[in-house]
């Protein structure tokens, strides 16, 4: 089972697919994201992946509990906030992302992005981005994962914390509205993940078991695990990536984001 994404195959006997999350590492500046793609390229990443929602698309603006980090929440920073000031800080703005994926494309990297509703979805057509990726948390919306899957484009899903049946419900949405090609990530949704934790058989369990491209969307903060999950046969490695620990944005110190 192989996928393409332009020109790029991916699958076993191919190179290890790498994507590069921005996140909200950005921290709302657009020099920032585009010194970010240039260190991913220089680091070696193959492609760029995006988040595509604003505040208002993703949440409601209201301070009632359900709506407010909690206190012993991880991380830290973002106890006392509102989901809508998270969210507010963390997107990145819709008029950068034609420019960033030019910036990317004239490195020769693939950019893309993770949309969170009907709206993302078709302004990232407009883009004409070559596939997209399905966050942890999406992967039980089916209204998404049909609009997404009728572009007809590469589809990389993160499984997060869903069952087999859901993972299984999934796919075949993905596949009965127009999807061909579907790769599903690996992914532990802790805030950083433990490498103990990580239980990377199941990347080649995925394989096997759902007939799609497998690999890890990884939460951990180091390499390790990333490299162990080559091993184990992971076609595709997503990490967050950040210029400086230090600068206080929205992930900058611990990876990954609010989302995957």
Not at 69 to 74: E, L, Q, S
Request: hydrophobic share 40%; proline share 5%; glycine share 8%.
């Amino acid at each position: 089972m192989t996928i393409q994404i332009g020109e790029r195959k991916i699958g076993p006997g191919h190179p290890t697919f790498i994507i590069a999350e921005i996140s909200g590492n950005h921290n709302q500046g657009f020099e920032r994201a585009v010194e970010i793609i240039k260190a991913a390229h220089e680091a070696g990443a193959d492609a760029i992946k995006l988040q595509t929602y604003t505040a208002d698309t993703i949440t409601i603006d209201s301070d009632k509990p359900p709506f407010r980090v909690g206190a012993g929440d991880k991380p830290e920073l973002w106890q006392g906030k509102t989901l809508h000031q998270l969210y507010s800080k963390a997107y990145t703005p819709w008029e950068w992302q034609p420019k960033l994926k030019k910036v990317a494309e004239d490195l020769g990297m693939i950019l893309f992005s993770t949309p969170f509703d009907d709206t993302a979805v078709d302004f990232l057509e407009k883009m004409d981005v070559l596939c997209y990726k399905v966050a942890s948390f999406e992967c039980t919306d089916m209204w998404l994962l049909k609009k997404i899957a009728k572009t007809k484009k590469p589809i990389i899903m993160s499984r997060g914390m869903a069952s087999e049946e859901e993972i299984k419900e999934a796919i075949s949405t993905l596949r009965e509205n127009g999807a061909g090609q579907i790769a599903v990530l690996h992914c532990v949704s802790a805030y950083p993940a433990k490498p103990e934790e990580m239980n990377l058989r199941t990347i080649p369990d995925l394989r096997e078991k759902f007939g799609v491209v497998s690999g890890l969307s990884d939460h951990t903060l180091g390499t390790e695990v990333a490299v162990a999950a080559v091993a184990l046969g992971a076609s595709i490695i997503e990490k967050h990536v950040t210029l400086d620990r230090a600068a206080g944005g929205i992930d900058d110190s611990w990876r990954p984001g609010p989302m995957a």
